[in-house]
């Protein structure tokens, strides 16, 4: 295993616990994606994303906007990790006059790109946010985070039509396919495979990896960076509640419940190695 994905596991481990100790906070939280899509995170912060912890507002930074505004949890966690937000902080999680609201708003929290929580609008907004930083001659680039739920949304698909249209190779959409919505789970809820396919034919790079395995996500960033004649989309199949087993068979994983002693037992567990 090379050092750099030892670098970056250790990095969504403590992505996880981050989380874990934010969950503890208000005993309640979307616990089970932020464990799941804690890897995808690790590499896009700690990997490939272009910012300055310092200065979040800098004109040449990467944007990563979070669509999926229930996963602020995992981004504040990754934010921490990144050293945009201090550590400390991640104490006032949901709390009264917190920076850190449960759902994810950019007039809130440094990093936060932007208000996400009504679903199916992140690829809106990148694709017109890309296109701004494309006029400026700008290279930064802009990666969106969607849930395969936000795949039900016409918006998305609207939205996938006008990157391709416009060539906006600066746009990379990464799918956290955890199978699961709120409604239930993904494949009975509204059927949207063969992803691979329908994003290819709207005109996307797409590569689909298992968004668990830190080597295949460094390995697809790296291969969707070097191209940027079109958007990408990286397809990542995560598992709700990774790297926490009592947590992975949890029934009502959409918004898990967690008892209060177990957010312990839960910090423990990560730290067995699978
Ligand atoms: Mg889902």
């Given at each position: 295993?090379?050092?750099?994905?030892?670098?970056?596991?250790?990095?969504?481990?403590?992505?996880?616990?981050?989380?874990?100790?934010?969950?503890?906070?208000?005993?309640?939280?979307?616990?089970?994606?932020?464990?799941?899509?804690?890897?995808?995170?690790?590499?896009?912060?700690?990997?490939?994303?272009?910012?300055?912890?310092?200065?979040?507002?800098?004109?040449?930074?990467?944007?990563?906007?979070?669509?999926?505004?229930?996963?602020?949890?995992?981004?504040?966690?990754?934010?921490?990790?990144?050293?945009?937000?201090?550590?400390?902080?991640?104490?006032?999680?949901?709390?009264?006059?917190?920076?850190?609201?449960?759902?994810?708003?950019?007039?809130?929290?440094?990093?936060?790109?932007?208000s996400g929580g009504s679903l199916g609008h992140g690829l809106g907004?990148?694709?017109?946010?890309?296109?701004?930083?494309?006029?400026?001659?700008?290279?930064?680039?802009?990666?969106?985070?969607?849930?395969?739920?936000?795949?039900?949304?016409?918006?998305?698909?609207?939205?996938?039509?006008?990157?391709?249209?416009?060539?906006?190779?600066?746009?990379?959409?990464?799918?956290?396919?955890?199978?699961?919505?709120?409604?239930?789970?993904?494949?009975?809820?509204?059927?949207?495979?063969?992803?691979?396919?329908?994003?290819?034919?709207?005109?996307?790079?797409?590569?689909?990896?298992?968004?668990?395995?830190?080597?295949?996500?460094?390995?697809?960033?790296?291969?969707?960076?070097?191209?940027?004649?079109?958007?990408?989309?990286?397809?990542?199949?995560?598992?709700?509640?990774?790297?926490?087993?009592?947590?992975?068979?949890?029934?009502?994983?959409?918004?898990?419940?967690?008892?209060?002693?177990?957010?312990?037992?839960?910090?423990?567990?990560?730290?067995?190695?699978?």
């Open positions: 295993m090379s050092e750099r994905v030892r670098r970056l596991q250790e990095s969504a481990r403590r992505i996880r616990r981050y989380a874990l100790d934010m969950g503890e906070v208000q005993g309640q939280g979307y616990i089970g994606q932020a464990l799941g899509v804690a890897d995808v995170l690790a590499v896009a912060y700690g990997d490939q994303l272009r910012f300055r912890p310092d200065d979040p507002e800098w004109d040449g930074r990467d944007r990563f906007l979070l669509s999926i505004g229930h996963y602020a949890i995992a981004l504040y966690a990754a934010l921490a990790e990144a050293g945009v937000l201090d550590v400390a902080e991640l104490r006032t999680y949901g709390c009264d006059d917190s920076r850190l609201p449960m759902s994810g708003m950019a007039s809130y929290t440094p990093g936060m790109e932007i907004v990148a694709t017109g946010m890309a296109l701004g930083l494309r006029y400026r001659g700008s290279d930064a680039r802009v990666f969106t985070l969607l849930s395969d739920g936000e795949l039900d949304e016409g918006s998305t698909w609207e939205a996938a039509l006008a990157c391709a249209h416009h060539g906006l190779g600066n746009v990379t959409a990464i799918v956290d396919v955890n199978a699961l919505q709120a409604d239930g789970p993904t494949a009975g809820v509204l059927r949207t495979e063969p992803l691979l396919d329908k994003w290819k034919s709207f005109g996307w790079r797409a590569v689909r990896v298992d968004g668990n395995d830190i080597g295949q996500l460094v390995t697809a960033f790296d291969l969707l960076a070097e191209h940027r004649a079109a958007p990408s989309v990286l397809i990542c199949d995560t598992k709700i509640g990774h790297g926490v087993p009592f947590l992975e068979t949890r029934p009502k994983a959409h918004f898990m419940p967690v008892e209060p002693h177990e957010w312990q037992l839960a910090r423990e567990a990560l730290e067995v190695p699978a």
